[in-house]
């Protein structure tokens, strides 16, 4: 008896956690829409958070550097918290301007990446899948040259945009997640119940 009632609670609570899954992973979806439906506000705020993480990341770099400098290399510890608080402050200090750097970057990552990926295609080439890193590699290799070649004129949307199409995904295999989750629990709960009558 107690064995029941025992998984009867973590059924609830596992039902719980499910259902708590699948609402966040529909207001990342909404909130990927609205990103990738105002691109701009989005690279701001996408630049902000970025500026945030930085600069909380060189504070704690910083502590670290004082709470071993006995260990050697204080003074490289030192520069490195200085240098990442410095860049968060910059990108705060002027988002937009922040965002054409971080827009040419992702280009340059993008075409580079996509170069990468085509010479791993070719080394894959006997294998049987290699289509799939071939297509992949051009597809990343046009996007960044897409967003190379129309910068600086791109800047206000492609950062956003690509923030939004992400967090567009999470939501998406979130909710998918959760969902084969309820199923497996409604087979489980079926399961059960059909044992238990033929007990």
């Known amino acids: 008896m107690t064995t029941n009632v025992s998984n009867d609670i973590k059924q609830d609570d596992i039902k719980k956690n499910v259902n708590t899954s699948l609402i966040v992973g529909a207001l990342l979806i909404i909130l990927g829409i609205i990103a990738v439906a105002q691109p701009a506000i989005s690279t701001v705020f996408a630049v902000t958070w970025l500026a945030v993480i930085l600069a909380s990341a060189g504070f704690a770099k910083l502590f670290y550097a004082f709470d071993t400098r006995s260990q050697g290399g204080f003074v490289w510890k030192l520069l490195l918290g200085i240098l990442y608080i410095a860049t968060g402050f910059m990108l705060l200090y002027n988002p937009l301007t922040s965002a054409v750097t971080l827009t040419l970057l992702v280009a340059s990552f993008l075409f580079t990446e996509g170069i990468f990926e085509l010479i791993l295609a070719f080394r894959l080439r006997p294998q ?30 492609v950062i956003g945009t690509l923030v939004g199409v992400s967090v567009i995904f999470s939501g998406v295999s979130r909710v998918m997640l959760s969902l084969n989750a ?16 033929s007990a």
């Open 182 to 197: 309820r199923s497996a629990l409604s087979n489980s709960d079926l399961n059960s119940s059909d044992q238990a009558t």
């Open 128 to 157: 049987q899948n290699w289509t799939w890193a071939l297509g992949n590699g051009i597809v990343t290799l046009l996007l960044g040259a897409m967003i190379g070649f129309q910068w600086p004129f791109n800047t206000p949307w």
